[in-house]
C-alpha cells in the first residue's frame, strides 16, 4: 500500500512501503520478500521485511524507506544474478545484508557490551567463505569473503561506510543548494563526471596525489588551457573538503597546491571595446533591432554577465520604477556566479532600450525565451549556445583584435567607462556584482538606485541619444 504525501491538482506524490501500527506514532517500513529469493533469508524470517524507522515524520519516513529499498533491490539482483556491482551499489548490498539480519553498521560494540554475537550472521559470513574456497584456512576465512559480505562486516564491526565519489557530489550539490542542471552544479558536475570516467568511481579516500596530478595530465593533453585547468581543480577540490568533514573523514587534500605547468602562459588578455567600437555596435543594435541586439544592447550598458542576462524573468525587469532597474537574482533557469551578484543594476541607454523592446517578447515569463530550455524537467539556461551566436555576429563587424574581444569584453568596457568618470571602486563593485573588501562591506543596505543610476548615466555613449531618436522617427 503507498501513502500519500503530496496531492496538489494532478500532481500525487505517494511513498511506499511505510505504514503506521495501531496507536504508534512512529512510521514503519514493510516490504514482501520475492518468492525467488526468500531462499536467502534466516529461515525463522517472515515473508515481509518489516521494521521501524524510527521516526514520525512522513517525509523523512519516505525517504529513508527508499533509501532501504534501494538498498534491499541492490541485493536481490546480486542473488539472482550473482553480480554485485562496484561503487555505491557495492554499499546498498552490504547494508542490505546487515538489514537481512536485523543489524547495523558499528553495532558489534552494542553486542559485545553483552557479550553477545549476531550468530546468524557469523554463520552466513563462514559459509559464504567456505562456498568460494572449500578448503581455505579457516583462520582466514574472513579474506575468502565476497566483496559485499566482506563490507557488511566490516561495517558491522565499525568500519565507516564508504562515501563513493559520485554519492558525495549529490551530497555535496544538496548540501550547497546547488542545481546538477545549471550554473556552477552543472559544472561541478561535468568536472565530477569526466573524473569518475577516467579513474573509476572509487570512495573519496582512496583517491591519491598521483591521481590528480594524472587528471590535471588529462586535461592537458584535450588541449585545456591552465586557465580552464584551475577552475575545473576549484570546481572538485571542495567536494572531497566538505564531504570529508561531513563523514568525519581525514581529508587527504589531493588537490591542495595542485601544480599546473606553465600556468598562465597560454592566457590571452580579454580587451574591452574601444568608445567608436561601441558606438558601432549599438548603431547596428538599433537597426537590426531582435533578441540577439537586445542581449547585446543590454551587455554593452549594463555590465552584466552573459549568463545574467539571458537568464533573465520578466519578474525581474522594472521598467516603471523611478529609476529603471533589473532585479539580477537565481531563478530555476540559473545561478549566479557569487553572492555579491545579487544586486540591482539601473538601466541606462542602450540597456534601457534593449528591455523595453524584449519584454513584450517575452515567453514563459523569460525576457529572452530562445535561450531559455523550456522543458517540463528543467528551464535551463542555454548561455553557451547564446555566446557563440553573439560571438558569430560581432566577428563580422569591424572590430580591432577580434579574437581579444568577446560579449564579456562588455562588462571590461563599463568598468573603463566607470573609471574615466571617476567612479568609486565600492560603486563600481555594486554595479557589476563583486564584492568589497573590508568588515564595514557586510553593513547596511548598500548604495541606492537613484547613486548608482547617475554614475551610470555618465557613461552613456554621446552619440545614444541622437541614434536612439533617429531610428524612433523612421
Known amino acids: 500500500?503507498?501513502?500519500?504525501?503530496?496531492?496538489?491538482?494532478?500532481?500525487?506524490?505517494?511513498?511506499?512501503?511505510?505504514?503506521?501500527?495501531?496507536?504508534?506514532?512512529?512510521?514503519?517500513?514493510?516490504?514482501?520478500?520475492?518468492?525467488?529469493?526468500?531462499?536467502?533469508?534466516?529461515?525463522?524470517?517472515?515473508?515481509?521485511?518489516?521494521?521501524?524507522?524510527?521516526?514520525?515524520?512522513?517525509?523523512?519516513?519516505?525517504?529513508?524507506?527508499?533509501?532501504?529499498?534501494?538498498?534491499?533491490?541492490?541485493?536481490?539482483?546480486s542473488f539472482r544474478t550473482g553480480e554485485v556491482a562496484e561503487g555505491p551499489d557495492l554499499v546498498n548490498v552490504a547494508l542490505a545484508i546487515l538489514s537481512k539480519f536485523g543489524?547495523?553498521?558499528?553495532?558489534?560494540?552494542?553486542?559485545?557490551?553483552?557479550?553477545?554475537?549476531?550468530?546468524?550472521?557469523?554463520?552466513?559470513?563462514?559459509?559464504?567463505?567456505?562456498?568460494?574456497?572449500?578448503?581455505?584456512?579457516?583462520?582466514?576465512?574472513?579474506?575468502?569473503?565476497?566483496?559485499?559480505?566482506?563490507?557488511?562486516?566490516?561495517?558491522?564491526?565499525?568500519?565507516?561506510?564508504?562515501?563513493?565519489?559520485?554519492?558525495?557530489?549529490?551530497?555535496?550539490?544538496?548540501?550547497?543548494?546547488?542545481?546538477?542542471?545549471?550554473?556552477?552544479?552543472?559544472?561541478?558536475?561535468?568536472?565530477?563526471?569526466?573524473?569518475i570516467s577516467k579513474f573509476s568511481d572509487l570512495p573519496i579516500d582512496q583517491y591519491s596525489r598521483e591521481t590528480a596530478n594524472e587528471f590535471v595530465t588529462h586535461l592537458r593533453s584535450k588541449g585545456n588551457k591552465t586557465e580552464t585547468i584551475k577552475r575545473r581543480i576549484n570546481s572538485i577540490r571542495p567536494i572531497f573538503r566538505t564531504i570529508s568533514r561531513e563523514h568525519e573523514l581525514i581529508d587527504r587534500e589531493i588537490f591542495q597546491a595542485i601544480q599546473i605547468p606553465s600556468f598562465g602562459d597560454d592566457a590571452k588578455a580579454r580587451l574591452p571595446y574601444t568608445l567608436s567600437e561601441l558606438n558601432m555596435i549599438q548603431k547596428e543594435c538599433l537597426a537590426k533591432d531582435d533578441d540577439i541586439r537586445w542581449i547585446i544592447a543590454l551587455l554593452s550598458d549594463s555590465g552584466i554577465r552573459l549568463s545574467e542576462a539571458t537568464g533573465l524573468m520578466t519578474e525581474d525587469v522594472y521598467l516603471d520604477a523611478d529609476v529603471p532597474y533589473i532585479a539580477v537574482r537565481p531563478n530555476e533557469a540559473r545561478g549566479l556566479k557569487t553572492k555579491g551578484s545579487?544586486?540591482?543594476?539601473?538601466?541606462?541607454?542602450?540597456?534601457?532600450?534593449?528591455?523595453?523592446?524584449?519584454?513584450?517578447?517575452?515567453?514563459?515569463?523569460?525576457?529572452?525565451?530562445?535561450?531559455?530550455?523550456?522543458?517540463?524537467?528543467?528551464?535551463?539556461?542555454?548561455?553557451?549556445?547564446a555566446s557563440n551566436t553573439l560571438a558569430k555576429w560581432l566577428r563580422t563587424l569591424n572590430i580591432e583584435n577580434k579574437s581579444q574581444k568577446a560579449t564579456h569584453s562588455f562588462r571590461h568596457s563599463v568598468q573603463d567607462r566607470l573609471r574615466e568618470v571617476q567612479t568609486p571602486e565600492e560603486v563600481r563593485n555594486a554595479i557589476c556584482g563583486w564584492s568589497n573588501a573590508g568588515i564595514g562591506a557586510g553593513y547596511g543596505k548598500g548604495f541606492s538606485l537613484t547613486v548608482l543610476s547617475e554614475h551610470m548615466q555618465k557613461i552613456v555613449l554621446p552619440e545614444w541619444d541622437h541614434m536612439h531618436s533617429q531610428t524612433t522617427s523612421n
Do not use: C
Request: overall charge positive.
Open 1 to 77: 500500500m503507498s501513502i500519500v504525501l503530496l496531492e496538489a491538482g494532478a500532481l500525487i506524490v505517494l511513498a511506499k512501503y511505510i505504514f503506521k501500527k495501531k496507536n504508534s506514532k512512529v512510521w514503519y517500513f514493510r516490504r514482501r520478500i520475492p518468492e525467488d529469493v526468500l531462499g536467502h533469508y534466516p529461515s525463522k524470517q517472515a515473508k515481509d521485511l518489516v521494521f521501524s524507522l524510527q521516526t514520525t515524520d512522513e517525509g523523512k519516513a519516505a525517504g529513508l524507506a527508499h533509501k532501504k529499498a534501494t538498498e534491499q533491490d541492490a541485493l536481490w539482483h
Open 342 to 385: 545579487n544586486r540591482n543594476v539601473p538601466l541606462v541607454g542602450a540597456s534601457l532600450w534593449a528591455l523595453e523592446r524584449a519584454l513584450p517578447h517575452s515567453e514563459y515569463g523569460y525576457l529572452f525565451p530562445r535561450y531559455i530550455d523550456a522543458s517540463k524537467s528543467s528551464k535551463a539556461n542555454k548561455g553557451t549556445h
Open 103 to 195: 543489524l547495523k553498521p558499528d553495532q558489534s560494540k552494542a553486542y559485545a557490551k553483552h557479550d553477545l554475537e549476531p550468530d546468524e550472521f557469523l554463520d552466513e559470513l563462514r559459509y559464504q567463505a567456505d562456498a568460494r574456497e572449500p578448503k581455505g584456512n579457516q583462520k582466514d576465512w574472513g579474506a575468502r569473503l565476497p566483496s559485499e559480505y566482506q563490507l557488511a562486516a566490516e561495517m558491522y564491526y565499525g568500519k565507516k561506510k564508504p562515501i563513493f565519489l559520485s554519492e558525495a557530489l549529490k551530497e555535496f550539490l544538496e548540501l550547497k543548494g546547488e542545481s546538477p542542471d545549471h550554473g556552477a552544479g552543472r559544472d561541478r558536475s561535468r568536472v565530477v563526471s569526466e573524473f
